[in-house]
């Protein structure tokens, strides 16, 4: 198939990119974001700073890169457009939510919540990280509103779904909050939906999910 090399070249990319993060977070927590350098992270990782920066162009990014958000508008523009908003964000939020940390139903955190446990630490804790984090949140809400496929010539709709956008982000940043300060303990999934359940109601999301926060 003519599309197979690039396939293999985004795998590959993809791999480097979880490798070199992984080396960031381990010697970010053990060590300080401040007192680690970039430098570091390569001979961790075994390769040159040059190639980490193509991967990560700032040093902030080797925390806060995700696949978060192109799950979250790829789930958004799937569902029904006659839905009400909320409910399109609030389930999308949820699922990704579930499908990027992958904890089996009653069992604990698996090995990518503890890495996400890890990243959201360093966010709250670290200022420089705070600040472009709020960056993320803005690019979030844009790809949210594409996603909802909104008439882009109607300024009232558009701000309609940017407010719709930004609220259930809001709920979600509260979620992330409550998660790491319990230590990841409930399934990181359900604190989301059961935050936008708090806000908007039950018909927020399809579940408010299981455990303690449910």
């Not at 991967?55 to 799950?71: C, I, Q, R, S």
Request: charged fraction near 20%; hydrophobic fraction near 45%.
């Amino acid at each position: 198939m003519p599309d197979q090399p690039s396939k293999l070249r985004a795998r590959r990319r993809a791999e480097t990119q979880r490798t070199v993060q992984a080396h960031a977070v381990r010697l970010f927590t053990e060590h300080g974001y401040d007192a680690t350098t970039v430098v570091d992270v390569a001979e961790a990782a075994g390769m040159s700073p040059m190639t980490v920066y193509r991967h990560f162009p700032t040093k902030e990014d080797l925390v806060l890169v995700d696949e978060y958000g192109a799950l979250v508008a790829e789930r958004i523009a799937a569902q029904p457009a006659a839905q009400p908003p909320i409910r399109r964000i609030g389930n999308a939020l949820v699922d990704s939510a579930a499908t990027l940390t992958g904890r089996d139903r009653g069992q604990g955190p698996s090995a990518s919540e503890e890495f996400l446990l890890a990243r959201l630490r360093l966010m709250i804790s670290t200022q420089a990280l705070r600040a472009r984090h709020l960056d993320n949140h803005y690019v979030l809400q844009q790809a949210i509103v594409d996603a909802l496929g909104c008439d882009t010539t109607d300024p009232d709709t558009v701000f309609r779904a940017q407010v719709a956008a930004s609220a259930c982000l809001a709920a979600m940043h509260t979620a992330l909050v409550r998660w790491v300060e319990d230590d990841g303990r409930t399934e990181l999934s359900a604190v989301i939906a059961k935050a936008l359940a708090a806000a908007f109601g039950e018909a927020a999301v399809d579940s408010v999910g299981t455990g303690p926060y449910a």
